[in-house]
């Protein structure tokens, strides 16, 4: 599944309502996630939440997913990936992003989740070291940081 997956074709059923249901606009700086949608998988019982990043300026420059883990469901890490479009890289809606999500991720009692980069994309790799830490897990395509909630 690509993070630019249209929502029918992702897993699961439409969600009635969302566990967390005050994630429609969330921001840091001057990027905002709007939510794209939801969808809820009934076996792992666990939201996958789509966002559009948009800049100050009100243009589109990316999307972002999230799953939220409460403790009581899946112990307290989730993840989140995502992608800024070509022209609008190196102005920090990524870090941005990332930092709005980890907000999100604290109102919901976790203490941290995990996200992914790609071994040949340095720059998202500089911005992740710079809100999180990376972790040593050998995967020949992907770095995976840990980024603080707290």
Do not use: W
């Not at 439409?14 to 566990?19: E, H, I, T, V, Y």
């Not at 799953?67 to 920090?92: M, S």
């Amino acid at each position: 599944m690509t993070v630019n997956a249209l929502l029918e074709d992702l897993p699961g059923e439409p969600a009635q309502f969302g566990l967390f249901d005050d994630v429609q606009h969330l921001a840091h700086g001057r990027t905002r996630l709007l939510l794209e949608g939801y969808r809820f998988d009934p076996e792992r019982k666990l939201p996958l939440y789509l966002f559009n990043l948009q800049a100050s300026d009100g243009s589109y420059v990316g999307q972002y997913h999230f799953t939220p883990a409460p403790p009581d469901l899946v112990g307290d890490t989730g993840n989140a990936g995502g992608h800024v479009d070509p022209p609008y890289r190196n102005r920090g809606h990524s870090k941005a992003a990332v930092q709005a999500l980890a907000a999100l991720a604290r109102r919901h009692g976790m203490k941290n989740f995990i996200i992914t980069c790609g071994v040949e994309n340095e720059a998202a790799r500089h911005a992740l070291a710079q809100v999180g830490k990376a972790l040593a897990r050998p995967h020949a395509t992907l770095h995976f940081f840990e980024i603080p909630a707290e």
